[in-house]
């Protein structure tokens, strides 16, 4: 038998991650895909030869998915269990099926018991919803360490997408970027961040919205990543659901 690689992914056919045609380069051949009408799509595809490709992606420290009873499910090679705190809703996420999060006060994923350590470098890759009409009065997290750092917040009374230092004292460093301006349609938020030195003394935090970069800044934080979708306290529930978390 022939070795086989595979890649499956999730694509969408226009707005908004704008792929309606697209050539795909696998293990030194390509192929086209296009023609298709708007809409998310399973995108499979296989090579079969004698020398495996390499996975492009390295597998996840931490995911989040729901499965098809509309449970919530944690997998990733960090080894830690995650648990569903308070009640959060399973809502339709961008493909319409009831695979996306939403969560109110009271309701969070928390990561193991001291949450899940990055060192100095980490990306967060998920899709995001907001909904204008939940109160900006308080702050909005997506990520928060356990004693430390919310690395991916949007702003108190207001809507800019940003992360916010405790440990190094800087409070709330925004991006930039008006999380107003993505209306009510599912968008992919990416946040990567990287050193800038060959010490890691100083360090990038870059955002992008469906692929694209909107917005760097020199925030940095070295906290572990142990609640999901709000601060652990409760009071501070990101601004809509939440799909494919990564």
């Given at each position: 038998?022939p070795?086989?690689?595979e ?27 296009g023609g ?12 079969i ?7 492009p992606?390295p597998?996840p ?34 493909s ?15 990561m193991?018991d ?6 100095h ?7 995001i919803?907001?909904?204008p009409?939940?109160?900006s009065?308080s ?28 440990v ?16 009510t ?24 919205i ?8 020199d ?5 572990d ?22």
């Amino acid at each position: 038998q022939p070795d086989i690689t595979e890649a499956e992914a999730w694509v969408s056919a226009g707005d908004p991650i704008k792929t309606r045609y697209v050539k795909f380069h696998f293990g030194g051949h390509s192929a086209d895909w296009g023609g298709a009408g708007s809409g998310i799509y399973r995108l499979h595809v296989q090579q079969i030869g004698s020398v495996p490709a390499e996975h492009p992606w390295p597998e996840p420290l931490i995911a989040v998915d729901i499965d098809d009873t509309g449970t919530i499910v944690f997998s990733g090679t960090s080894g830690v269990d995650g648990m569903v705190q308070g009640s959060p809703t399973i809502v339709a996420g961008p493909s319409g099926q009831l695979d996306a999060v939403q969560f109110g006060v009271g309701s969070f994923l928390q990561m193991g018991d001291d949450g899940v350590d990055t060192d100095h470098t980490w990306t967060i890759d998920c899709y995001i919803q907001m909904d204008p009409s939940l109160p900006s009065d308080s702050w909005g997290t997506l990520t928060r360490g356990s004693a430390g750092d919310h690395q991916i917040i949007e702003q108190a009374g207001g809507t800019e997408l940003g992360g916010y230092e405790n440990v190094d004292g800087r409070g709330f460093v925004g991006s930039g970027f008006d999380m107003g301006t993505l209306g009510t349609s599912w968008h992919r938020l990416t946040v990567a961040t990287n050193c800038v030195d060959g010490g890691c003394a100083s360090r990038t935090a870059t955002y992008f919205i469906d692929g694209e970069e909107v917005a760097s800044t020199d925030y940095h934080s070295e906290s572990d990543f142990f609640a999901i979708g709000n601060y652990q306290d409760g009071a501070q529930p990101w601004r809509g659901p939440i799909h494919h978390f990564r």
